[in-house]
């Protein structure tokens, strides 16, 4: 009888200690806003502030397209490693894609680089206090940019415009 009563204190004891684990690490969890409630959808202004990529619905979930480049509205793809798309212009194309939710961030599919024709993969996407940043990460090394809303309306491009 007394190794009855053991193993029914160790199941109880045990239960009493993963209960209060979990009660522990909820309260020292810090809340996160509800991934729904934020929003990518919009103009957002790069790091440097010289173009301005807006993201919305498209096939793969969501996409940025450059709508505004700094200067040279008629900028070329001529970086693309592609030679057939060396000559679309940079105003209009598609940036970034297949963005989706991904736990408490968002992750894109791609992220394509036009100053130097690189391609990026699994981009993770945080969106914090009305800026997105995006971290790429290469074997054990990343790199991070943070995009922020433009602060004045955007007088969008049109592809072949040139505009001052």
């Not at 969890?29 to 790069?46: E, F, K, N, V, Y």
């Not at 450059?66 to 209009?92: E, F, H, T, V």
């Not at 992750?107 to 036009?114: K, N, Q, S, V, W």
């Amino acid at each position: 009888m007394k190794l009855c009563v053991n193993q029914t204190m160790q199941g109880l004891l045990t239960r009493l200690l993963g209960a209060v684990a979990l009660v522990a690490w909820l309260l020292a969890t810090p809340g996160r806003p509800a991934l729904a409630s934020a929003s990518l959808h919009g103009p957002w202004l790069t790091e440097d502030e010289d173009v301005v990529i807006e993201i919305g619905p498209c096939s793969a979930g969501l996409c940025g397209r450059i709508i505004w480049i700094q200067g040279a509205a008629d900028a070329r793809n001529d970086k693309d490693p592609d030679p057939q798309r060396r000559s679309l212009p940079l105003c209009g194309l598609t940036v970034v894609s297949g963005i989706r939710p991904n736990g408490t961030a968002w992750r894109a599919a791609t992220l394509y680089d036009p100053e130097d024709g690189a391609t990026y993969r699994d981009v993770d996407i945080a969106l914090a206090d009305n800026r997105l940043r995006l971290t790429i990460r290469v074997f054990i090394f990343s790199q991070s940019t943070t995009w922020t809303r433009p602060a004045a309306a955007i007088d969008r491009c049109r592809a072949g415009e040139s505009r001052p």
